[in-house]
């Protein structure tokens, strides 16, 4: 086999991995659980995962249970969808939901919006979303199949809180005076829900919690105490809040807090009922971002290391932006050292922004600079190709050489001296232009290599502007 035909089915081999190698991309729900009573209303998100490479189609076909939940609505809001194929719509009889849409500027990243439904609890018990099907499409100009997984949603339904009327028990009598026996609310446990602070486990940055419940019938009055210790003792006085459904706490510190609720019911005050919630309103610690040696395996990649704390609820995770773009949502694995994706030759400008478990925000910036056009690692197929084409034209000069040494050892003694020049002559002249066309192949398929992702890019703009002026 020649160098030439060799060279070029090994330009083929890579050109195909490039374009072939797709990453992997999810749809999920947000939140993936919760509990509401018969007759709650509440929102879930249908959103897009694709942390490691740009997509710009996606369809999804969502069920749920229709005698556990009502379909109020499926909006298209916040959405990175630009064109819609079939717009989010119920489907099946009220069971299930279904989109399909294009973004025209592609989406990198790990929870781009698709769709809004609002559900309404009809009755209690487990009810369960899934994506049943869907798809994801890869930004490369040719709609590479992406997607890797389908997520799946759970809530607890439960019944309206709803208490039994209360029985009066009749006063025990001696024969000297009567004696009235302590009478004890018959009300059962309330159930205690708060409409900010929902989950008892999560941490909030509001600070203003309020709760709700429901009256015990025959409730006269109620009574409220807020406490660090679930434990805590708790007695109320003669006069308690009034005969109230809700009450709102402001401006209070972080912490964990419990609040207690007792009803009166015919003079007689009955047990606490508690819930707990937690509240964190201060961000993490503020940090600095820096730069650690990038070994040559690294290539066109950015090691950078940066650690932030927060002494109430901890550190959730750290989001990445790279030049304003959503890159990924990162969990430290304790190293505190986040390697970026490949980056072009240039600079780039980092955005780190670290969120704790309440949602509270602190962010820090870092420029990153990346020299030549090609880098090599892992991953960069078009570097690989264009050191190995080096070693086969140095293979290719080697043998040359030899084929030529030989042919002048071969040459008469007498002829050697009289010839010598003529033939040094003739085959530098042959030798150049061999060497010449084998360059410029070699260029050229080196210059395939290294901009296929500019061409891959072209392409999906002319798809992109078609599609716009059809929508048009």
């Known amino acids: 086999m020649s160098f030439r035909t060799l060279a070029r089915y ?18 999920f729900f947000s939140p993936l659980s919760g509990t509401y009573e018969v007759g ?47 717009e989010p719509t119920a489907i099946n009889q009220n069971t299930g939901a279904s989109m399909e849409g294009v973004t025209l500027d592609g989406y990198r990243g790990g929870s781009g919006g698709l769709a809004t439904l609002t559900f309404k609890a009809i009755a209690p018990g487990q009810a369960t979303l899934n994506f049943i099907s869907g798809s994801i499409l890869a930004n ?15 809530f607890t339904i439960v019944e309206t809180a709803v208490t039994e009327e ?6 025990q009598q001696t024969s000297e005076e009567p004696e009235e026996e302590a009478l004890q609310a018959e009300s059962g446990p309330v159930l205690i829900i708060s409409d900010t602070h929902s ?19 025959g409730a006269t009055d109620v009574d409220i105490a807020l406490s660090e210790d679930e434990r805590a003792s708790y007695g109320s006085s003669d006069d308690g809040e009034g005969l109230i459904n809700g009450f709102t706490f402001e401006d209070l510190e972080d912490g964990t807090y419990y609040v207690h609720v007792i009803f009166e019911v015919n003079d007689v ?3 606490k009922n508690s819930f707990k919630f937690n509240i964190d309103t201060e961000a993490p610690t503020a940090f600095s971002i820096e730069e650690i040696y990038r070994s040559i395996g690294e290539g066109r990649r950015a090691s950078l290391i940066f650690e932030s704390t927060d002494r109430m609820s901890g550190i959730s995770h750290y989001n990445i932006l790279i030049d304003d773009n959503f890159v990924e949502e990162w969990k430290d694995d304790g190293s505190h050292t986040y390697l970026t994706p490949k980056l072009r030759a240039g600079s780039h400008n980092v955005t780190v922004e670290v969120v704790d478990y309440a949602g509270n925000k602190t962010s820090a910036e870092f420029s990153v600079g990346i020299i030549g056009g090609v880098g090599f690692d892992g991953g960069d197929y078009a570097g690989i190709g264009v050191i190995l084409l080096l070693i ?13 040494k030989r042919e002048y050892e071969a040459l008469p003694g007498a002829k050697k001296k009289e ?10 002249r042959r030798l150049r232009r061999e060497l010449r066309a084998e360059f410029i192949f070699i260029k050229t398929l080196h210059g395939k290599l290294v901009n296929i992702e500019d061409q891959l890019r072209q392409a999906n703009e002319r798809i992109g502007k078609r599609l716009g002026s059809k929508d048009e």
């Not at 081999?13 to 990453?23: D, E, G, K, M, Y």
């Not at 989950?199 to 019938?217: G, T």
């Open 166 to 171: 209360p029985q009066q028990k009749e006063p």
């Open 10 to 27: 090994l330009g083929v081999f890579l050109l195909f991995v490039t374009i072939s190698t797709a990453q992997a991309a999810s749809l």
């Open 392 to 404: 086969l034209f140095n293979g290719f000069l080697f043998r040359r050489y030899e084929v030529l």
């Open 199 to 217: 989950d008892q486990e999560k941490w909030y940055s509001n600070n203003n919690p309020s709760f709700r419940w429901s009256l015990p019938r």
């Open 140 to 154: 490369d100009g040719v709609g590479t199949s992406i997607l890797n997984s389908l997520g799946s949603a759970s």
């Open 269 to 271: 005050w009955g047990e």
């Open 40 to 86: 709650d209303q509440f929102s879930v998100r249908a959103l897009i995962s694709s942390p490691d490479q740009e997509m710009n189609a996606a369809s999804a076909n969502i069920s749920f249970p229709n005698n556990k939940l009502q379909l109020l609505s499926v909006t298209k809001g916040s959405s990175i969808i630009d064109f819609w194929v079939q």
């Open 419 to 428: 010839d010598k020049a003529m033939m040094v002559a003739k085959r530098d």
